[in-house]
């Protein structure tokens, strides 16, 4: 009996020491923001889709907003001008990530990039990662690959197109994806039931959801093991699934390495740098695992889901479709199919795609920061240990520095030198700083290539006489913030052979 009694003092002293902290924070100015429920804070005014419930919540409160969920002080940054003194300004303050169960489970305690601490180890992995894998020369080498992957699914569409059948083209673009980042980082294709009897986009779907639901488990550290939501078993399993399928994956390099393959992959570069010993930090199996998952999940999700925001939004406006038709036509001609070295002379495909970017960022509210010390920003405190949620899909949408903001026109950027690279904060799909997208050049060319290829070879049109202004534009809340339903459509073969 006596445990039970220090564990009541312990959690007595814990919740008194925690509200001195939040009052002595009280003191200093904090950022304006709703205010919250005893114990519980604002966690009551989030819903499905918390990027939209944030934008509405800002609205009121302004572009730096204090808001507690639990007892975790959350700032919430909604305008350019505010992201800028975030992840420019003050970026060495406030790039590094804020320990939850995501990262403990997923995240192999926070091993991977993208949950990972700012620090030595995570640089060095980043940098590692940027070398093996992301750098233009790595890109340049999977050319003829992603050439090869996308003629086979434009082949398959062919054959849609002349019998007019309905394609899943969410499924189609996600399939396309995995084989692609499979080849990339794993050195060749699996099939669904490698990974688990759900397949890989079923599983990377409940991972981007559990990662990115708000956890009371973060926010109330002693009611983590109760795991009210469920959330941490649901992590669980996913964490299972990928750790099996990912020592299969290291098995078999191990056995080829046995075999004297020739080309060496992303698996067989991390696994010598392992053996090797020669890394200067700590680098086991548990670390490869972690970088393999984060390679997979941040390469495949992402360049998916933006080509399916981006055709979605050229079929609901047939005018801009045809446009990009036409300039598709005037620079490859309706005789051949797009090669990657005609992209930098597709002007108004990269105007497309940062307004489908703009409008739908893949990743809403960035992937949380953490303050490593107290700051005083535009006047405010922002106190040491904060999450800081940076709302992109709310910066896209100010009306201060966009014009009729809710409207798809990528004439908006004609003339504009608004990039989308992290330099100009009113468009940072990629994020910026020190914590912004290391994949962002890879993720571009997939983007620009996939788009370009579906738009050139094929006119699209909807099922069952849909009409483009009926096509349902609704989000489904994630990491990684999908299309709610799955884009249908008839593909009728454009060109000429
Ligand atoms: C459409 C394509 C992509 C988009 C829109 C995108 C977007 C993002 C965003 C918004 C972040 C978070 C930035 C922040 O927290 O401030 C991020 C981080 C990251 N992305 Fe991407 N990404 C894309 C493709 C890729 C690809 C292809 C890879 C690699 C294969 C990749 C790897 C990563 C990694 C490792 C991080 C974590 C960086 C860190 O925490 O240091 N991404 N990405």
Redo the contacts with the bound molecule.
Sequence with gaps: MAWIWIAVLLLITFLYLLQQLLNSNKKKKLPPGPRGLPVLGNFHMLGKNPHQDLHQIAKKHGPIMYMRFGYAPTIVVSSPDAAELF?KTYDHVF?S?PLHEASKYIGYEQR?????QYGPY?RNM?KL?TLE??SNLKINQFQSMRRTEVGLLISSLKGASKIGEIVDVSDKIASLNVDI?CL??FGKKYADKDLDEKGFKAMVKETAEVAAVPNLGDYFPYLGVLDLQGLTARMKTVAKVFDDFLEKIIDEHVRNKEDHKQTKDFVDTMMAIMESGDAEFEFDRRHVKA?LL???L???D??S???EWVLSELIKHPQVMKKLQKELEDVIGLDRMVEESDLDNLEYLNMVIKEA?RLH???PL????ASMEDCVVDGFHIPKASRVI?N?WAIGRDPKVWDEAEKFQPERFLGSDIDLRGRNFQL?????????????Q???V??RFLVAQLVHCFDWELPNGMLPSDLNMDEYFGL?TTRAEHLMAIPTYRLHK
């Design positions: 992840l790039c990530r991977n990039i993208i949950f990972g995570w980043r990662c894998l992301l980042t990339m980082v970088v984060d390679m997979f941040a390469g495949m992402t360049s889901t933006t080509v970017l960022p893949v990743a960035l992937i949380p920061h940076v992109i940072i799909p990629f994020g910026s700083g020190r914590r912004g997208c290391p994949g962002l890879l993720g571009l997939i983007i990684v």
